[in-house]
């Protein structure tokens, strides 16, 4: 019996809670919509640009134009985002490390045949004594040619920051267009009416479509 109650306290208690809950997570109350509006134009009037500016903290230009409704220059900006990268790992497969540099000394070769550990010494002669010579050691350092490579990797940066750019700005600008556009479309169609139900004129604001 203790347990029975123990349950119909709880179920009351939740109530209150669940109402609660439910009257948050409903959705925003049903409005009036001219019959000739389309879904796109309802669609495009009710776009927000919080909504927007969060999903471009999805790292991939075009998300605000997607947003927009704007798929194809969304896909236009995908591919071409696509192609700088593709310009950066070219751009990297390409850089040369470059070669040392030519000397007019002897030089001194350490590592021979590893790329990355090879090092070279050009022999400074410095003096001589009796038959022997001494030197001084100058280390030859490679000549970067990054070349063609470097310019690949700076076009591919170029091109993903003018996409990010591009979306950020003019996404922003086509979302409060296309709302603009259709509010002032059906804004125009409100009129004041003027009408007399008692002894007094009174103002009434209506919808004509």
């Known amino acids: 019996m203790r347990t029975v109650w123990i349950v119909v306290l709880t179920a009351l208690l939740a109530q209150p809670a669940a109402a609660q809950w439910g009257d948050t997570l409903n959705e925003a109350p049903l409005t009036p919509v001219p019959p000739q509006m389309t ?3 309802y669609r495009d009037m009710n776009r927000r640009l919080s909504v927007g500016l969060a999903l471009r903290a999805i790292p991939l230009p075009g998300m605000l134009h997607f947003y927009a409704g704007e798929q194809e220059t969304g896909r236009r900006l995908v591919k071409t985002s696509l192609l700088g990268l593709a310009s950066i790992a070219a751009g990297a497969f ?3 490390e470059g070669d040392f540099p030519d000397t007019d000394f002897d030089v001194l070769v350490l590592n021979a045949g590893d790329k990355d550990g090879e090092r070279r010494y050009e022999k400074i002669p410095v003096k001589v004594e009796g038959e022997v010579m001494h030197y001084r050691l100058r280390e030859l350092r490679r ?3 990054g070349g063609i490579g470097v310019t690949f990797i700076l076009l591919g940066v170029g091109v993903i920051a003018y996409d990010f750019l591009y979306d950020f700005v003019h996404g922003i600008k086509i979302i409060e267009e296309k709302r603009d556009r ?3 479309k059906y804004g125009k169609q409100l ?3 003027v009408g007399i139900r008692s002894a007094r004129p009174t103002l009434q604001l209506s919808y004509a479509f």
């Open 143 to 145: 000549e970067g040619e």
């Open 182 to 184: 259709v509010r002032y």
């Open 39 to 41: 879904f796109e134009e």
């Open 94 to 96: 390409l850089i040369d």
């Open 191 to 193: 009129e004041l009416q």
